[in-house]
């Protein structure tokens, strides 16, 4: 079992030994989205959603995600961020009534681990709070693909999708 970086001697989880690894700056950018109707998508533009600004709560979201990734995924070491950035934008095809809300998020830290994770929680959070603001508007909402973009840092090295 020596191998498999996540398992003692006795075949059992453990949380990966990073002390000795060395402080880099490291960063990871990942994105997600969520496709809704026009009605939602009018809601969110005019900002006349009943729960609020429906940006403004998935952006809290995310960084509240990010910054709480080691309490949800069990693996993760808790790590001091160094800063969160999420972005929203819209790609829309009105001729075949398509809404989608492409959503980016950025985490940065200073410390031994990287911080894909926090990265990927984040924009995973965004789109289930922008479901979550406007379910009462329709449940047809679809969470899209949710992918690492862009990583950098750490002994394993940079990463950018090219797909």
Known sequence: MS????????GRAKMVDVS???????????TSSIIVNQDIHSQITEGTNKKGDVFAVAQVAAIMAAKNTSSIIPMCHPIPLTGVDVHFEWNIDETSN???VLIQAEVKTKGVTGVEMEALTAATAAALTIYDMCKAAG???V???TMLQKKTGG?????????
Do not use: C, P, S, W
Not at 3 to 10: G, M, R, S, V
Not at 20 to 30: E, F, Y
């Open 139 to 141: 449940k047809e909402m």
């Open 98 to 100: 398509h809404y989608e």
């Open 20 to 30: 000795d690894k060395a402080v880099t700056t490291r960063t990871a950018i990942a």
């Open 143 to 145: 969470i899209g693909q």
């Open 3 to 10: 191998e498999l970086t996540h398992f003692n001697e006795q």
């Open 155 to 163: 002994k394993n090295g940079d990463f950018e999708r090219t797909t």
